[in-house]
Every structure is written in C-alpha cells, then in structure tokens.
T-cell receptor, first 109, second 115 residues
C-alpha cells in the first residue's frame, strides 16, 4: 500500500532564502508525482507534475526532482517570497491519488 | 484554461440532514473523483467514477454516501443523515485519462460544516 510522507511538517524561513521540501513514498512503482499548493481554507493548485521517466521539472522559481529508486522527491523554492507561504502537498497516483500530509511553509518578511 | 467548479463554496447543515455537493468537471474529462480533507489532516480519497459507475471507493465511502452524474455536466456527492464527523473540505477532481498518466484537476472545494 502506497504511503507518502513529507518532512518537515512545518518550516519558517526569512524572505529571500532558498529552501527544500522533502517527500518520500514507499512504493517506487509510480507513474508520476505531483506537487500541489494549498492556501488556508482553499483548494489545491497543481504546481508541478513529474513523469516517472523524468528527473526534474521546473516552473519559475520552483524545481521538483524525482528519484524513483530511492522513493524521494524534493521541491526546491528559490528566492522565497512572503506570497509563497502556504501548505505544499506531495501526491502520487495509485489508481487514486495518495497525498502526503503536507509541509506548512511560512516565509517571514 | 478550463477548470473544475464546485458549489456551494460553504455549506452549513444540521446533523442528520442530507446534503448534496455539486461539481462541474472539465468538459472533455472522463474520470471523476471526490476527496475529503478533515481540518488539519490529509486529503483522502473517497470515490472514483467512470462510465457512469463507481470504479473504486475507499472504506470511508460507506452507505451514507452516493455519487451521481445526473446529466452531461454535473457530478454530485450526496451525504445522507450527516454526522458531526462529516465536517470537512470536499474536493472534486477530474481527468481525461487514468490518474496514473494524467494530472487530476481539482476544484476549490466545498467546506461542509455539520452543526
């Protein structure tokens, strides 16, 4: 049974810093991995989707990497801004999507 | 860009009442899903729907729940005899191909509050 874990659960960093969010999954036989952003009380915004054949995907200041063999993915955020404050969810498909609990990110102005 | 829309954004219901949450998936999508997120917890899968029938459901999705695609556009989740623990955000999602190959597109959710 696929399980997704995200570390850390919460993170506070000063504005401008680069940061890394971690995601691990137990079953490496995945087709893709998706990173979402969730603002408090809001819906899920898809940030990046990495196919299993890819090593990384980039969108603006975001870069997601995937290492299937080790069951890990990272989301790198460059030059963080207060507007990046949100919860970031990692998710893998297993017929349905299995979500991690998320990392709650707070960027300090 | 087309998007999944959910109504209402917030629903307040007395315990024991029935509630219907509505979703309009993206028009050319074929696979539809409901997920639930209790405050402070993970987003959890409830049910998937394809070709006018349930393709998979979780242990959460018991006889209290039902889904329907009454016409070509709407996809609904009905919760009968609501309980306090049904209070959560409910997300609808859709995709045109199996989830393994294509990203699911999520709506903004319906916040359900059971009093």
């Amino acid at each position: 049974k696929q399980e997704v874990t995200q570390i850390p659960a919460a993170l506070s960093v000063p504005e401008g810093e680069n940061l890394v969010l971690n995601c691990s999954f137990t079953d490496s036989a995945i087709y893709n991995l998706q990173w979402f952003r969730q603002d408090p009380g809001k819906g899920l915004t898809s940030l990046l989707l990495i196919q299993s054949s890819q090593r990384e995907q980039t969108s603006g200041r975001l870069n997601a990497s995937l290492d299937k063999s080790s069951g890990r993915s990272t989301l790198y955020i460059a030059a963080s801004q207060p507007g990046d404050s949100a919860t970031y969810l990692c998710a893998v498909p297993d017929d349905k999507i299995i979500f991690g609990k998320g990392t709650r990110l707070h960027i300090l102005p | 860009e087309p998007e999944v829309t959910q109504t209402p954004s917030h629903q307040v219901t007395q315990m024991g009442q029935e509630v219907i949450l509505r979703c309009v998936p993206i028009s050319n999508h074929l696979y539809f899903y409901w997920y639930r997120q209790i405050l402070g917890q993970k987003v959890e899968f409830l049910v998937s729907f394809y070709n006018n029938e349930i393709s998979e459901k979780s242990e959460i999705f018991d006889d209290q729940f039902s889904v329907e695609r009454p016409d070509g556009s709407n996809f609904t989740l009905k919760i009968r005899s609501t309980k306090l623990e049904d209070s959560a955000m409910y997300f609808c999602a859709s995709t045109w191909d199996r989830v393994a190959d294509q990203p699911q597109h999520f709506g903004d959710g319906t916040r359900l509050s059971i009093l």
